[in-house]
Protein backbone atom coordinates (compact mmCIF):
# COMPACT_ATOMS: atom_id res chain seq x y z
CA UNK A 1 0.00 0.00 0.00
CA UNK A 2 1.87 3.23 -1.14
CA UNK A 3 1.76 5.67 1.69
CA UNK A 4 -0.18 9.39 0.85
CA UNK A 5 2.78 12.10 0.75
CA UNK A 6 1.64 15.32 3.24
CA UNK A 7 3.86 18.47 2.25
CA UNK A 8 5.87 19.51 5.14
CA UNK A 9 6.04 23.25 6.03
CA UNK A 10 9.87 24.71 5.84
CA UNK A 11 9.86 24.04 9.66
CA UNK A 12 9.89 20.81 9.66
CA UNK A 13 11.91 20.58 6.49
CA UNK A 14 14.47 22.74 8.16
CA UNK A 15 14.25 20.72 11.40
CA UNK A 16 15.18 16.84 9.16
CA UNK A 17 17.50 18.63 7.41
CA UNK A 18 19.71 18.87 10.96
CA UNK A 19 18.86 15.35 11.72
CA UNK A 20 20.18 14.44 7.86
CA UNK A 21 23.31 16.90 7.74
CA UNK A 22 24.13 16.74 11.42
CA UNK A 23 23.75 13.14 12.66
CA UNK A 24 23.02 13.20 16.51
CA UNK A 25 22.85 16.90 16.84
CA UNK A 26 19.20 16.18 17.70
CA UNK A 27 19.32 12.87 19.99
CA UNK A 28 16.43 10.24 19.11
CA UNK A 29 14.94 11.60 22.55
CA UNK A 30 15.01 15.05 21.40
CA UNK A 31 13.28 14.72 17.53
CA UNK A 32 9.38 14.20 18.21
CA UNK A 33 8.91 16.74 20.61
CA UNK A 34 11.00 18.86 18.64
CA UNK A 35 8.90 18.40 15.61
CA UNK A 36 5.47 18.85 17.40
CA UNK A 37 7.21 22.27 18.52
CA UNK A 38 7.64 23.40 15.30
CA UNK A 39 4.23 22.33 14.01
CA UNK A 40 2.67 24.29 16.27
CA UNK A 41 4.62 27.76 14.92
CA UNK A 42 3.37 29.35 11.66
CA UNK A 43 5.66 29.71 8.47
CA UNK A 44 5.93 32.95 8.04
CA UNK A 45 9.65 33.01 9.36
CA UNK A 46 12.72 34.95 8.15
CA UNK A 47 14.96 32.14 9.98
CA UNK A 48 14.66 29.02 12.42
CA UNK A 49 17.63 28.16 14.76
CA UNK A 50 18.32 25.10 16.79
CA UNK A 51 19.91 25.40 20.30
CA UNK A 52 21.70 22.46 21.82
CA UNK A 53 23.66 22.75 25.30
CA UNK A 54 27.52 20.75 24.09
CA UNK A 55 28.78 17.77 26.50
CA UNK A 56 25.06 16.91 27.56
CA UNK A 57 23.64 13.82 24.91
CA UNK A 58 20.42 14.06 27.57
CA UNK A 59 19.76 17.78 26.07
CA UNK A 60 16.78 19.01 24.48
CA UNK A 61 16.52 21.28 21.53
CA UNK A 62 15.53 25.09 22.10
CA UNK A 63 13.60 25.94 18.94
CA UNK A 64 13.16 30.12 18.03
CA UNK A 65 12.01 31.75 14.87
CA UNK A 66 12.28 35.36 13.59
CA UNK A 67 10.68 37.57 11.43
CA UNK A 68 11.08 41.14 10.16
CA UNK A 69 8.52 44.15 10.01
CA UNK A 70 7.72 43.85 6.80
CA UNK A 71 5.65 40.39 7.11
CA UNK A 72 4.89 41.32 11.32
CA UNK A 73 1.38 41.66 10.22
CA UNK A 74 0.67 38.21 8.85
CA UNK A 75 2.73 36.74 11.54
CA UNK A 76 1.33 37.95 14.49
CA UNK A 77 -2.20 37.24 12.40
CA UNK A 78 -0.81 32.93 12.53
CA UNK A 79 0.11 33.46 15.87
CA UNK A 80 -3.45 34.46 17.55
CA UNK A 81 -4.87 33.47 19.58
CA UNK A 82 -2.38 31.20 20.87
CA UNK A 83 0.54 33.39 22.08
CA UNK A 84 0.23 34.40 25.86
CA UNK A 85 -1.93 37.64 26.20
CA UNK A 86 1.01 39.74 26.82
CA UNK A 87 3.24 38.64 24.34
CA UNK A 88 0.39 38.62 21.51
CA UNK A 89 0.02 42.64 22.87
CA UNK A 90 3.48 43.45 22.44
CA UNK A 91 3.81 41.67 19.19
CA UNK A 92 0.17 43.29 18.23
CA UNK A 93 1.68 46.68 18.57
CA UNK A 94 5.06 46.28 17.27
CA UNK A 95 3.69 44.86 14.18
CA UNK A 96 0.94 47.85 13.80
CA UNK A 97 3.82 50.63 14.32
CA UNK A 98 2.12 51.43 17.33
CA UNK A 99 3.47 51.43 20.76
CA UNK A 100 6.74 54.08 22.14
CA UNK A 101 9.46 55.20 19.66
CA UNK A 102 11.86 52.79 20.83
CA UNK A 103 9.23 49.52 19.56
CA UNK A 104 8.55 51.36 16.36
CA UNK A 105 12.23 51.31 15.98
CA UNK A 106 12.68 47.49 16.14
CA UNK A 107 13.11 45.83 12.97
CA UNK A 108 13.11 42.40 13.74
CA UNK A 109 11.69 40.18 16.51
CA UNK A 110 12.16 36.28 17.64
CA UNK A 111 10.67 34.16 19.82
CA UNK A 112 12.69 31.37 21.70
CA UNK A 113 10.94 28.49 23.16
CA UNK A 114 12.72 26.57 25.78
CA UNK A 115 12.60 22.17 25.13
CA UNK A 116 10.66 20.29 27.09
CA UNK A 117 11.07 16.68 26.52
CA UNK A 118 8.30 15.29 28.66
CA UNK A 119 5.14 17.30 26.78
CA UNK A 120 4.69 18.91 30.00
CA UNK A 121 4.22 22.58 29.54
CA UNK A 122 2.06 23.82 26.56
CA UNK A 123 4.66 25.62 24.24
CA UNK A 124 3.39 29.07 24.65
CA UNK A 125 4.01 28.75 28.43
CA UNK A 126 8.00 28.07 27.77
CA UNK A 127 8.20 31.35 24.93
CA UNK A 128 10.02 34.38 25.12
CA UNK A 129 10.74 37.34 23.07
CA UNK A 130 13.72 39.19 21.80
CA UNK A 131 13.27 42.90 19.80
CA UNK A 132 16.07 42.88 17.60
CA UNK A 133 18.10 46.50 17.01
CA UNK A 134 21.03 45.32 15.32
CA UNK A 135 19.28 46.03 11.78
CA UNK A 136 19.62 50.08 11.29
CA UNK A 137 20.57 53.08 13.12
CA UNK A 138 19.39 53.69 16.91
CA UNK A 139 20.30 55.75 19.69
CA UNK A 140 22.66 54.77 22.41
CA UNK A 141 20.68 55.91 25.47
CA UNK A 142 19.29 53.44 27.40
CA UNK A 143 16.75 55.95 28.72
CA UNK A 144 14.81 55.64 25.25
CA UNK A 145 14.79 52.17 24.96
CA UNK A 146 15.74 49.80 27.79
CA UNK A 147 12.86 50.83 30.09
CA UNK A 148 10.17 51.11 27.25
CA UNK A 149 11.33 47.97 25.76
CA UNK A 150 10.71 46.19 28.57
CA UNK A 151 7.93 47.13 29.59
CA UNK A 152 6.47 46.57 25.98
CA UNK A 153 7.82 42.73 26.51
CA UNK A 154 6.38 42.09 29.92
CA UNK A 155 3.29 44.14 29.40
CA UNK A 156 3.54 46.28 32.49
CA UNK A 157 4.80 43.64 34.35
CA UNK A 158 8.54 43.90 33.66
CA UNK A 159 10.73 43.18 36.42
CA UNK A 160 11.64 46.81 38.15
CA UNK A 161 14.98 45.83 40.07
CA UNK A 162 16.39 44.00 36.80
CA UNK A 163 14.80 47.21 34.09
CA UNK A 164 16.67 49.77 36.60
CA UNK A 165 19.82 47.93 36.84
CA UNK A 166 19.57 47.60 32.42
CA UNK A 167 19.74 51.60 32.73
CA UNK A 168 22.79 51.44 35.01
CA UNK A 169 24.41 48.64 33.25
CA UNK A 170 23.91 50.49 29.96
CA UNK A 171 24.94 53.81 31.54
CA UNK A 172 28.25 52.41 32.97
CA UNK A 173 29.42 50.38 29.42
CA UNK A 174 31.94 52.32 27.25
CA UNK A 175 30.44 54.64 24.63
CA UNK A 176 31.80 51.96 21.90
CA UNK A 177 29.11 49.61 23.14
CA UNK A 178 26.42 48.76 21.19
CA UNK A 179 22.55 47.75 22.01
CA UNK A 180 21.51 44.44 20.14
CA UNK A 181 18.57 43.12 21.51
CA UNK A 182 16.90 42.85 24.52
CA UNK A 183 14.38 40.15 26.16
CA UNK A 184 12.08 40.02 28.93
CA UNK A 185 12.07 36.63 30.53
CA UNK A 186 8.88 36.19 32.98
CA UNK A 187 8.62 32.68 32.82
CA UNK A 188 11.81 30.89 34.28
CA UNK A 189 10.95 31.13 38.00
CA UNK A 190 13.41 34.41 38.65
CA UNK A 191 12.36 37.31 36.21
CA UNK A 192 15.43 38.88 34.26
CA UNK A 193 15.99 41.47 31.39
CA UNK A 194 18.82 39.86 29.40
CA UNK A 195 21.19 42.27 27.35
CA UNK A 196 23.12 41.48 23.88
CA UNK A 197 25.53 43.97 23.31
CA UNK A 198 28.37 44.27 21.16
CA UNK A 199 31.82 46.21 22.08
CA UNK A 200 35.91 46.13 20.50
CA UNK A 201 37.32 43.00 22.03
CA UNK A 202 39.73 45.25 23.71
CA UNK A 203 37.40 46.49 26.06
CA UNK A 204 35.48 43.50 27.33
CA UNK A 205 37.84 42.88 30.33
CA UNK A 206 37.49 46.41 31.57
CA UNK A 207 33.74 46.85 30.57
CA UNK A 208 32.94 43.73 32.74
CA UNK A 209 35.23 44.91 35.65
CA UNK A 210 33.44 48.20 35.49
CA UNK A 211 29.97 46.16 36.36
CA UNK A 212 31.59 44.68 39.53
CA UNK A 213 31.31 41.22 37.67
CA UNK A 214 32.63 38.16 39.80
CA UNK A 215 33.20 35.60 36.93
CA UNK A 216 36.88 33.81 36.17
CA UNK A 217 39.27 35.97 34.42
CA UNK A 218 41.39 33.53 32.88
CA UNK A 219 38.31 31.32 31.40
CA UNK A 220 37.52 34.83 29.89
CA UNK A 221 40.80 34.84 28.57
CA UNK A 222 40.46 31.91 27.06
CA UNK A 223 37.51 32.64 25.10
CA UNK A 224 39.15 36.01 24.21
CA UNK A 225 42.03 34.30 22.51
CA UNK A 226 39.82 32.49 20.45
CA UNK A 227 37.63 36.18 18.83
CA UNK A 228 41.71 36.82 18.30
CA UNK A 229 42.43 33.27 16.40
CA UNK A 230 39.30 34.55 13.72
CA UNK A 231 40.41 38.28 13.64
CA UNK A 232 37.15 39.48 15.17
CA UNK A 233 37.36 42.76 16.88
CA UNK A 234 34.31 42.99 18.33
CA UNK A 235 32.43 40.67 21.11
CA UNK A 236 29.13 39.78 21.13
CA UNK A 237 28.62 39.90 25.05
CA UNK A 238 24.70 38.69 26.97
CA UNK A 239 24.73 39.95 30.52
CA UNK A 240 21.52 38.64 32.40
CA UNK A 241 19.77 41.20 34.69
CA UNK A 242 17.99 39.91 37.66
CA UNK A 243 17.93 41.31 41.36
CA UNK A 244 22.03 41.88 40.19
CA UNK A 245 24.02 41.04 37.46
CA UNK A 246 23.90 37.17 36.80
CA UNK A 247 27.73 35.88 37.63
CA UNK A 248 27.20 33.97 34.18
CA UNK A 249 27.58 36.30 31.34
CA UNK A 250 27.84 34.89 27.76
CA UNK A 251 29.79 35.65 24.70
CA UNK A 252 28.32 34.83 21.26
CA UNK A 253 30.82 34.10 18.18
CA UNK A 254 29.68 33.86 14.42
CA UNK A 255 31.72 34.74 11.44
CA UNK A 256 31.35 35.98 7.99
CA UNK A 257 29.95 33.88 5.56
CA UNK A 258 33.35 35.04 3.28
CA UNK A 259 35.77 33.41 5.53
CA UNK A 260 33.68 30.82 7.55
CA UNK A 261 35.17 27.81 5.61
CA UNK A 262 38.53 29.00 6.53
CA UNK A 263 38.12 30.27 10.22
CA UNK A 264 35.74 27.77 11.41
CA UNK A 265 38.10 25.39 11.91
CA UNK A 266 40.23 27.36 13.85
CA UNK A 267 37.17 27.45 16.54
CA UNK A 268 36.59 24.24 16.53
CA UNK A 269 40.16 23.29 17.23
CA UNK A 270 40.27 25.59 20.20
CA UNK A 271 36.97 24.24 21.80
CA UNK A 272 38.44 21.07 21.76
CA UNK A 273 41.37 21.71 23.47
CA UNK A 274 39.52 23.65 25.83
CA UNK A 275 37.82 20.61 26.78
CA UNK A 276 34.27 22.66 25.50
CA UNK A 277 33.25 20.22 23.12
CA UNK A 278 34.11 16.49 22.19
CA UNK A 279 34.92 15.82 18.69
CA UNK A 280 31.91 13.75 18.27
CA UNK A 281 29.71 17.04 18.88
CA UNK A 282 31.86 18.95 16.44
CA UNK A 283 31.68 16.89 13.82
CA UNK A 284 27.72 17.27 13.97
CA UNK A 285 28.07 20.87 13.81
CA UNK A 286 30.95 21.25 10.72
CA UNK A 287 28.17 19.38 8.59
CA UNK A 288 25.77 22.10 8.88
CA UNK A 289 27.55 25.36 7.83
CA UNK A 290 26.87 26.23 3.49
CA UNK A 291 23.79 26.24 1.35
CA UNK A 292 21.48 23.17 -0.01
CA UNK A 293 18.06 22.17 -1.62
CA UNK A 294 16.15 19.96 0.08
CA UNK A 295 13.36 17.36 -0.71
CA UNK A 296 11.05 15.90 1.49
CA UNK A 297 11.85 12.51 -0.61
CA UNK A 298 15.19 12.56 0.74
CA UNK A 299 14.20 11.34 4.50
CA UNK A 300 13.48 8.00 4.62
CA UNK A 301 10.31 6.66 6.87
CA UNK A 302 8.44 10.36 6.78
CA UNK A 303 6.00 10.64 4.35
CA UNK A 304 6.93 14.25 3.37
CA UNK A 305 6.41 16.10 0.22
CA UNK A 306 8.11 19.67 -0.68
CA UNK A 307 11.18 21.25 -1.94
CA UNK A 308 13.22 24.07 0.36
CA UNK A 309 16.07 26.05 -0.47
CA UNK A 310 17.97 26.33 3.22
CA UNK A 311 20.52 28.85 3.85
CA UNK A 312 22.56 27.53 6.64
CA UNK A 313 24.55 29.39 9.92
CA UNK A 314 26.21 28.13 12.98
CA UNK A 315 27.16 30.28 16.35
CA UNK A 316 28.64 29.44 19.16
CA UNK A 317 27.76 30.78 22.71
CA UNK A 318 30.85 30.67 25.42
CA UNK A 319 29.23 31.13 28.90
CA UNK A 320 32.02 32.24 31.40
CA UNK A 321 30.99 32.51 35.76
CA UNK A 322 32.79 32.08 38.65
CA UNK A 323 33.45 28.49 38.61
CA UNK A 324 35.19 28.61 34.74
CA UNK A 325 33.45 28.15 31.81
CA UNK A 326 30.28 26.62 32.12
CA UNK A 327 28.25 25.23 29.08
CA UNK A 328 28.81 26.12 25.44
CA UNK A 329 25.99 25.92 23.05
CA UNK A 330 25.79 25.37 19.85
CA UNK A 331 22.65 27.22 17.17
CA UNK A 332 21.95 26.06 14.00
CA UNK A 333 20.55 28.90 11.93
CA UNK A 334 18.55 27.58 9.04
CA UNK A 335 16.90 30.34 6.51
CA UNK A 336 14.15 28.70 5.04
CA UNK A 337 12.19 29.57 1.20
CA UNK A 338 10.09 27.33 -0.08
CA UNK A 339 10.77 26.56 -3.64
CA UNK A 340 9.01 24.46 -7.07
CA UNK A 341 9.43 21.05 -7.07
Known sequence: MTRRLRF????????????????GFIGEHALQ????????LPTIVDWVAYERLLGDETTGIDLSISVSRGRASDFVEALEPRTAPALTECL??????????????????????????HGTRPLWDRAFCFLGLDAGPHPRGAKSLIPELATALGDGDAPQPATS??????????????????ACLLHRGQPEVRL????????????????????????LDEVLRIFDAVHLDRVAVQLALREGLAPSVGFE????????????????????????????????????????????????GRAVASCLDLLRRTHVKFTVGPQGFGGTKAYLFGYPRRVPF
Open 253 to 300: LYLPQEHAETLWPRVWERMRSLGLSSADELRQIQGWHGRSTLRGSEFP
Open 92 to 117: RRWAGGRGGPALRRVPNVWLEFDHDL
Open 8 to 23: ADPLELATLSVVALCP
Open 196 to 219: HLKMPRAEVSGALRSLSWSGDSRA
Open 165 to 182: LAVEVEQTLPASARLLNI
Open 33 to 40: PLLDDARQ
